[in-house]
């Protein structure tokens, strides 16, 4: 084989392995589009502790559903509209960061963009505070 024949030989090589790259690179964008769209229209469901309210949320936030249990008005309404906002905070909460869960299957957990990403669901929906146990004493002794 004469230079010129090894020359197109090592260019077609290196065509052939940029072609193989671009592919490569064209189906990880496809892959991270179809699982960031999956991400983002992740729901889920939480119930109240006694059962009087549960709320349906999306990853982004978006409320999908409300409802209430026959007994929920008996809470009165600064105790209902406090369980309805943790209700919904919690529902949030949890669908967002299963959400970014789903978005580790495309996205290494020590990138940049996947810590980026966690820093922001926690920013935009913290999860709400640990409910007490009946009898457990904060700060102090029993």
Do not use: W
């Not at 729901?43 to 709320?55: I, K």
């Not at 299957?105 to 920013?123: A, C, H, K, N, T």
Request: proline content about 5%; overall charge neutral.
């Amino acid at each position: 084989m004469g230079d010129v024949e090894e020359a197109y030989a090592r260019l077609e090589a290196v065509r052939a392995r940029a072609e193989r790259q671009l592919r490569e690179a064209q189906d990880r964008k496809d892959q991270f589009a179809q699982v960031s769209r999956d991400a983002q229209s992740h729901s889920a469901t939480v119930r109240s502790p006694r059962g009087e309210v549960e709320v349906t949320a999306q990853a982004t936030g978006r409320i999908l559903n409300l409802t209430f249990s026959s007994n929920a008005l008996a809470l009165g309404s600064e105790k209902l509209a406090a369980l309805v906002t943790e209700t919904i905070a919690r529902a949030q909460h949890d669908a967002a960061t299963q959400g970014i869960t789903l978005m580790s299957s495309v996205l290494p957990g020590d990138s940049p963009f996947y810590r980026s990403l966690s820093v922001q669901i926690e920013d935009t929906f913290p999860a709400p505070p640990a409910r007490p146990t009946r009898g457990c004493i904060i700060g102090g002794s029993q």
